[in-house]
DNA sequence: TGTACATCAGTGAACGCGCGTTCACTGATGTAC
DNA sequence: TGTACATCAGTGAACGCGCGTTCACTGATGTAC
């Protein structure tokens, strides 16, 4: 890795670790080039404007959550063959994830944009959405080979289920934040996996 | 009514409207004045600075959510004796009300708080942290009193339950700002409804 | 191996604008005697 | 009924600061011949 690109990466943490805290508008390039021990212009040279830096973080915080996706529910599906079961795993271990990182979950890139979406250009919220949208994809895809196997006990749109795998983290994640307590967001994913759970699974006689 | 609280009443409305789509800091005094057809000298007349219009607003706004809440599950409480069955009808009664509203619910406060937390003095965040605990207390209550009457299918905890009303919602709110869809929110509250059918509900034979 | 040029990763100074905030003042309405 | 004073609901001008952005310049490294 070359040193731009070193800097450029170092002035992305600095800033998304202001923005979740704070929001986007909040965190100013001055704060971002002060703990960077950079220069304004220095700044201006990695990114054309503020803009282009918030394209920057939410491409690279989409494409970090996407990995993470991808990692638990293929490790879970080693673990078990049935997609339900597998499904069921996955959550767990997405719960604990969620439960281990530092101070809880920092907050979602995804929301801060949502919540000021205004003073953003129409490529970063685009962005946002197709983010949403390929996550509505993904569970789909899981839910729709479940449902194949276990028909589901009450009638439910599978695309709203879908969604609310990413609903129940967002909400998650506001809550943790408004309350002061990082357990609620994996708490959260639990009450989603109880809801698999008693959706897709037959009673035990 | 005096002129002056009507006033300062105008001046909130057209704050909430700028901050719920853009957030709290891209809505500017000056815009609002500018609105509301008065000095910005006459806005600090009636706020002393930035953060008390927060306090209002947030005041104002959880007062609205709690009478909202009030008002729909003691509306369903009358049309259904059974705990259970009362919660369940809320729960559709306060989907269609998110469905009806202009172009689905606004956005919410509390959320837009969390997601600016440091700009915010302390009065503001702890207001926002009451209000989350009210509703969950409120809900507890709820669900304690169909807990009693219809044992859970699951080992869950209540209190998380509770939150997950308020989770969902939240959460909702951010999914339909993203993919730009007023209907995700009301779906996903009906999706909250199902699980406490399937949590509490007994199978029928 | 040396020179010429190009690119990379910045520096430093200046900019204009909008923001929240202050402060001295004012005209209309209400109240006391 | 008239006068004195107080409060309400603002006005108008000025403030300083921090913000994002621009632009001409630079020293270090890489590449071509």
Redesign the pocket.
Known sequence: M????N?RERLMDIAQAGILSKGF?AT????IIAEAG?????F??HF????ELARALLERYIALEEQLFDDIFSRARELHDDPLHAFMIGLKLLSETMADLPNGHPGCMVATVCYSERMFDNEVRDLNRKAVLAWRTRFLAMLEEIAERYPPRDDVDLKAVADMMSSTAEGGIVMSKAVGDPKVLSQQILLFRSYIRLLFLPESH
Do not use: P, Q, R, V
Not at 38 to 42: E, L
């Open positions: 070359s040193k731009g690109e800097t508008w100013s390039i001055d704060e950079i220069t304004k212009s220095g201006f040279y054309k404007d503020k803009n």
